[in-house]
């Protein structure tokens, strides 16, 4: 079985500092194939925009790599713009692309910040969705 997903920046960066973690479970599950990562062109450039800051001391060959990783394997998906205030605006285009893909394909956001976005079941943290792939595979 295949998950498709949005993921927030805040997971692919916690991913990227710690792989042995949940954040790092559920981008290797991307790299994979079992999570397709779903997309836009602001998403991406959300990430490489968070990736490329000197806090993080991430070389240009691992953005590189990640980036070029999750763009082969994802969907791409021109949202509508919604109506819709929350804590953060550069959140929208998560949620966007999320409801845009739900109306074809049952689709989650996997997000750090879950207080940051409406409260829905397919709107979920890296834990819960690991516990939706294991129930899943038990199936």
């Known amino acids: ?32 194939g079992l999570i397709i990562p779903i997309l836009n062109e602001h998403i991406v ?10 806090k993080f001391h991430f070389t240009e060959e691992i953005i590189y790599d990640v980036l070029e ?6 969907i791409y998906v021109d949202a509508e713009y919604l109506d819709i205030e929350l804590p953060d605006p550069k959140d929208r285009v998560f949620y966007e692309v999320v409801m845009e893909e739900r109306k074809t394909e049952d689709t989650y956001l996997i997000t750090g910040n879950i207080r940051h976005f409406p409260t ?9 969705m690991m ?7 038990e199936d």
């Open 1 to 32: 079985m295949k998950y498709y997903a949005v993921i927030d920046t805040n997971v692919l960066v916690s991913a990227m500092l710690k792989w042995d973690s949940v954040p790092g479970t559920i981008m290797e599950l991307t790299f994979d």
């Open 45 to 54: 450039k959300e990430y490489h925009e968070v990736l490329v800051r000197p």
């Open 69 to 74: 990783n999750i763009q082969s394997r994802g």
């Open 120 to 128: 829905k079941p397919f709107i979920v943290t890296p834990r819960e």
């Open 131 to 137: 516990d939706i792939i294991l129930s899943g595979a």
